[in-house]
């Protein structure tokens, strides 16, 4: 049974960096690609950065380039997302996303990052 289990959310002060990590098992083999979304009240769920599991392509989305960085251990099928200089607009559940090697695709449950003075 695949499972992604987010962490790290937290309520942090504008200007803040936080780490937030997704832990992926149950793969038969490493995914393909893992990515972070989120979702913030009244809006839709969008892209924040994604990552291939072998090689190190990136993307992100313009609103965090230059601010947000995405990480991944493949050993451990892990992903990360270090962000600084956190601002209310950041506010959101983070949600993990991973596609496997058979285009299948999986989800976390959401870890909750909101940033306020």
């Known amino acids: 049974q695949v499972q992604l289990v987010e962490s790290g959310g937290d309520l942090v002060q504008p200007g803040g960096s936080l780490r937030i990590s997704c832990a992926a098992s149950?793969?038969?083999?490493?995914?393909?690609?893992m990515s972070w979304y989120r979702q913030a009240p009244g809006k839709e769920r969008e892209l924040v950065a994604a990552?291939?599991?072998?090689?190190?392509?990136?993307n992100y989305a313009d609103s965090v380039k230059g601010r947000f960085t995405i990480s991944r251990d493949s050993a451990k099928n892990t992903v990360y997302l270090h962000m600084t200089s956190l601002q209310p607009d950041d506010t959101a559940v983070y949600y993990c996303?991973?596609?496997?090697?058979?285009?299948?695709?999986?989800w976390g449950q959401g870890t909750q990052v909101t940033v306020s003075s």
């Open positions: 149950g793969f038969t083999s490493s995914p393909y690609a």
């Open positions: 996303n991973a596609v496997s090697r058979e285009s299948r695709t999986y």
């Open positions: 990552i291939t599991m072998v090689g190190f392509t990136t």
